[in-house]
């Protein structure tokens, strides 16, 4: 006697219309499933050096049900500010090899350590992707720094931010790192 309230609850969830993402009442925007912050890390990881990078690596998984329109990178509190050139933020698509992807607006600001980096257009579910950032200069003093990763969906001033995890980069004195 089931058997024909299965069939019916069958066939009516294979007529319901995919949803893409989470659109709450007020028009806010979310992602079904978050980004994973895959790591941070730097090739160059002694104290005052110049001319060197930062990766922060993020998966978007195909169940995103969003694209990813903004990645905010804020350095937590620590014993000194580190500050970037947005101008030389790159974003690459892929494992290996990696493609660059276009980018939209990038800014920093000093005040909160807060860089934003815009996709234009935004990074699709199922991507694994590379935002490669450049500081003024690594820190002078050695240590531990931090940095709050935070995902964005597309949707504009209507889309809410979640934090995706935290960035770990380790500066050292000297060359004695490995």
């Not at 993402?21 to 980004?35: H, I, K, M, T």
């Not at 890390?41 to 049900?65: C, D, E, H, S």
């Amino acid at each position: 006697m089931l058997r024909p309230l299965a069939i019916a609850l069958v066939g009516i969830a294979t007529l319901t219309p995919k949803i893409l993402g989470v659109e709450f009442p007020d028009s806010r925007v979310a992602f079904d499933q978050l980004p994973v912050f895959v790591e941070a890390n730097t090739r160059y990881p002694q104290v005052w050096l110049t001319n060197t990078t930062y990766n922060f690596i993020v998966q978007i998984p195909t169940t995103a049900g969003e694209p990813l329109a903004r990645l905010d990178i804020r350095q937590l509190p620590s014993i000194e500010t580190i500050y970037f050139l947005p101008q030389r933020t790159r974003a690459f698509i892929g494992d290996r090899p990696h493609q660059p992807i276009p980018l939209g607006e990038v800014t920093f600001d000093g005040n909160s350590a807060l860089l934003k980096v815009t996709f234009d257009p935004p990074v699709p579910p199922g991507s694994y992707l590379r935002v490669e950032v450049a500081p003024v200069r690594n820190p002078q003093w050695d240590g531990t720094y931090l940095f709050a990763v935070t995902a964005f969906p597309r949707g504009g001033d209507r889309a809410l931010g979640q934090n995706i995890g935290t960035g770990r980069l380790q500066f050292y004195r000297n060359s004695n790192f490995f």
